[in-house]
């Protein structure tokens, strides 16, 4: 590979990568406001200016390609003098009020005005006014004033949503954003212009002013809004989510998330319709009960039922831990092959960018995990069937609402002898259910999903349900902090009272003389990896930040809406 000097040290690139790319891949950072690695050049905001052997001039790093032989300093006098002045220009007009800015913490623009301006200003003229509360679009706030004309939010609207909604009008420093007119940015991408803008002059209208980015902790997740599985970073503060960022992974997202992940996804969490006790029905009214007592009414009245009178429908929403142990549970405890998960899809949501028709995390990991019917069991349709016909007297259902799904078997379920629901939150199926068991949300434990392309992804505890050592699955702080967990440990905020399924199933086995014994999630997936072909050679540090490939070649079929 050809190699240049940059600072004294020679690295080597790739042919055609410019000076701001090659210096990238090898651990050097060269300033930048305007250049982004899946935006084209723009060259506009010149900080990565840079000094060339044998070049008259200081040349953006940005634009200027890599030749064999080239030596570039990026921290000459010349260069410094250069970033001074850049930053004094950006600086002019700029209203300089961090202290109210959500960007403040995170910004590019304050970080370089301690690193690479002189610190303080010439400026005594009366600065340039613009708006300071536009509504670019339902989701998006804009700041004239704060805004550097990088041209990125124009750039990233183009080039990656596909959808040209905004511009710049007038010239100098009356310059600013708009959309076109009669458009509004609502692109199903339009929130990434926000972690994209160098400043804050986009930003969020749900998360503005709810939270100063220093008062958070933030920790590595996965969306669950459709099998995509975007990388994301989940912003709590007190033990409430406030917000979902994009983490960059090439494999999966790049450094986009759709806005429906970024908005929709953990409402639940926080929500007031969270199931915070098990529950038992008792002369037909849903009454709180401890967890001993509805672990043991679950179990003696699951013993009434023979085998092929119980069906067990697992979840796409749930872990592969989770789901592994609902297959278990149905086949080694109930006995029942009569084992099937509902598939969510919904074609409209699909796009060439990252929106999968599958609109849950995990159905390739349920099905792997082993929720699917035996030879001779039930799959979904024929469960609902022999519900209808009485023959099913017992529904075990984990994480999902039948009833919404199926509304034209509302009756027949809502006549069931014992319907058992794991759920998070309230729903026209716990509505019905005789014994409700509270359910973590995938923001409280810990597990693994399989991505539409078969990439098995880590998600992790980030809010605290009741007992800390719950949430914590067992996990010392040392490897919870390893796997990228900046766990909200103090947290003051409520704790709702909820476990992860595997575990509510491991309890219930013991009650019922079975034998599922563990006592963390990683365990669960010990065993997992070395009974399911698919999985195997995987374990957790495997798995690491940026997810695993299965071995196993994976075909996406989708069956039932
Ligand atoms: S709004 Fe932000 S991203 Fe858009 S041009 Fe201005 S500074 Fe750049
Ligand atoms: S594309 Fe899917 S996984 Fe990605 S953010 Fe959107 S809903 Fe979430």
């Given at each position: 590979?050809?190699?240049?000097?940059?600072?004294g040290s020679s690295i080597e690139f790739k042919q055609g990568q410019?000076?701001?790319?090659?210096?990238?891949?090898?651990?050097?950072?060269?300033p930048h406001f305007c250049w982004h690695p899946k935006l084209s050049?723009?060259?506009?905001?010149?900080?990565?200016?840079?000094?060339?052997?044998?070049?008259?001039?200081?040349?953006?790093?940005?634009?200027?390609?890599?030749?064999?032989?080239?030596?570039?300093?990026?921290?000459?006098?010349?260069?410094?003098?250069?970033?001074?002045?850049?930053?004094?220009?950006?600086?002019?007009?700029?209203?300089?009020?961090?202290?109210?800015?959500?960007?403040?913490?995170?910004?590019?623009?304050?970080?370089?005005?301690?690193?690479?301006?002189?610190?303080?200003?010439?400026?005594?003229?009366?600065?340039?006014?613009?708006?300071?509360?536009?509504?670019?679009?339902?989701?998006?706030?804009?700041?004239?004033?704060?805004?550097?004309?990088?041209?990125?939010?124009?750039?990233?609207?183009?080039?990656?949503?596909?959808?040209?909604?905004?511009?710049?009008?007038?010239?100098?420093?009356?310059?600013?954003?708009?959309?076109?007119?009669?458009?509004?940015?609502?692109?199903?991408?339009?929130?990434?212009?926000?972690?994209?803008?160098?400043?804050?002059?986009?930003?969020?209208?749900?998360?503005?002013?709810?939270?100063?980015?220093?008062?958070?902790?933030?920790?590595?997740?996965?969306?669950?809004?459709?099998?995509?599985?975007?990388?994301?970073?989940?912003?709590?503060?007190?033990?409430?989510?406030?917000?979902?960022?994009?983490?960059?992974?090439?494999?999966?997202?790049?450094?986009?998330?759709?806005?429906?992940?970024?908005?929709?996804?953990?409402?639940?969490?926080?929500?007031?319709?969270?199931?915070?006790?098990?529950?038992?029905?008792?002369?037909?009214?849903?009454?709180?009960?401890?967890?001993?007592?509805?672990?043991?009414?679950?179990?003696?009245?699951?013993?009434?039922?023979?085998?092929?009178?119980?069906?067990?429908?697992?979840?796409?929403?749930?872990?592969?831990?989770?789901?592994?142990?609902?297959?278990?549970?149905?086949?080694?405890?109930?006995?029942?092959?009569?084992?099937?998960?509902?598939?969510?899809?919904?074609?409209?949501?699909?796009?060439?960018?990252?929106?999968?028709?599958?609109?849950?995390?995990?159905?390739?990991?349920?099905?792997?995990?082993?929720?699917?019917?035996?030879?001779?069991?039930?799959?979904?349709?024929?469960?609902?069937?022999?519900?209808?016909?009485?023959?099913?007297?017992?529904?075990?259902?984990?994480?999902?609402?039948?009833?919404?799904?199926?509304?034209?078997?509302?009756?027949?379920?809502?006549?069931?002898?014992?319907?058992?629901?794991?759920?998070?939150?309230?729903?026209?199926?716990?509505?019905?259910?005789?014994?409700?068991?509270?359910?973590?949300?995938?923001?409280?434990?810990?597990?693994?999903?399989?991505?539409?392309?078969?990439?098995?992804?880590?998600?992790?505890?980030a809010v605290s349900v009741a007992e800390q050592d719950r949430a914590?699955?067992?996990?010392?702080?040392?490897?919870?902090?390893?796997?990228?967990?900046?766990?909200?440990?103090?947290?003051?905020?409520?704790?709702?009272?909820?476990?992860?399924?595997?575990?509510?199933?491991?309890?219930?086995?013991?009650?019922?003389?079975?034998?599922?014994?563990?006592?963390?999630?990683?365990?669960?997936?010990?065993?997992?990896?070395?009974?399911?072909?698919?999985?195997?050679?995987?374990?957790?540090?495997?798995?690491?930040?940026?997810?695993?490939?299965?071995?196993?070649?994976?075909?996406?079929?989708?069956?039932?809406?």
């Amino acid at each position: 590979m050809p190699n240049i000097n940059i600072d004294g040290s020679s690295i080597e690139f790739k042919q055609g990568q410019t000076i701001i790319e090659a210096a990238r891949d090898s651990g050097i950072t060269i300033p930048h406001f305007c250049w982004h690695p899946k935006l084209s050049v723009s060259g506009n905001c010149r900080i990565c200016l840079v000094e060339v052997e044998k070049m008259p001039k200081l040349v953006i790093a940005c634009s200027t390609l890599a030749s064999e032989g080239m030596v570039v300093y990026t921290k000459s006098e010349k260069v410094i003098a250069a970033q001074n002045a850049v930053m004094e220009f950006l600086l002019i007009n700029h209203p300089l009020d961090c202290p109210i800015c959500d960007e403040a913490g995170e910004c590019k623009l304050q970080d370089y005005a301690y690193k690479y301006s002189v610190g303080e200003s010439r400026f005594v003229e009366e600065k340039v006014h613009k708006d300071k509360r536009v509504a670019l679009g339902p989701r998006v706030m804009f700041d004239g004033e704060r805004c550097i004309s990088c041209s990125r939010c124009i750039r990233f609207c183009d080039e990656i949503a596909k959808d040209p909604e905004l511009t710049f009008v007038k010239r100098g420093d009356r310059v600013t954003i708009v959309t076109y007119p009669g458009e509004e940015m609502d692109n199903p991408y339009s929130m990434n212009t926000i972690d994209i803008c160098p400043v804050g002059a986009l930003t969020s209208r749900d998360f503005r002013f709810k939270a100063r980015v220093w008062d958070m902790s933030s920790t590595n997740s996965i969306c669950n809004g459709c099998s995509r599985g975007c990388n994301t970073e989940i912003w709590v503060r007190n033990n409430k989510i406030l917000r979902l960022t994009p983490r960059h992974n090439e494999a999966v997202n790049s450094y986009w998330m759709c806005d429906h992940g970024r908005l929709d996804t953990f409402k639940n969490v926080n929500a007031e319709d969270r199931i915070n006790s098990p529950q038992l029905r008792k002369d037909g009214q849903l009454l709180e009960a401890s967890w001993d007592e509805a672990i043991e009414e679950a179990a003696s009245k699951l013993k009434s039922f023979n085998k092929d009178q119980v069906a067990v429908i697992g979840s796409p929403v749930a872990t592969n831990e989770d789901n592994y142990l609902v297959s278990k549970f149905a086949r080694t405890v109930l006995q029942t092959g009569n084992l099937d998960f509902i598939r969510h899809t919904n074609p409209d949501f699909a796009d060439d960018i990252l929106r999968t028709e599958d609109v849950t995390p995990n159905s390739t990991g349920a099905e792997l995990a082993g929720v699917q019917p035996s030879k001779s069991g039930l799959d979904i349709q024929g469960i609902l069937k022999a519900i209808k016909e009485k023959k099913i007297k017992a529904i075990y259902l984990i994480e999902d609402d039948i009833v919404e799904s199926f509304p034209e078997f509302e009756n027949a379920i809502a006549a069931l002898d014992l319907f058992i629901v794991h759920s998070s939150n309230q729903n026209k199926s716990t509505a019905l259910a005789d014994v409700i068991f509270p359910a973590a949300t995938y923001a409280e434990k810990n597990g693994t999903f399989v991505n539409v392309e078969g990439i098995v992804q880590r998600i992790r505890p980030a809010v605290s349900v009741a007992e800390q050592d719950r949430a914590l699955d067992g996990m010392s702080m040392s490897r919870l902090d390893k796997f990228g967990t900046k766990y909200d440990r103090w947290a003051s905020g409520k704790k709702i009272n909820a476990l992860p399924t595997w575990k509510i199933l491991t309890s219930l086995a013991k009650a019922m003389g079975g034998k599922l014994k563990f006592s963390m999630a990683e365990n669960v997936f010990e065993e997992l990896s070395n009974t399911v072909e698919a999985f195997k050679g995987l374990d957790y540090d495997v798995i690491g930040e940026l997810g695993s490939k299965l071995k196993t070649e994976i075909k996406n079929n989708i069956k039932v809406s």
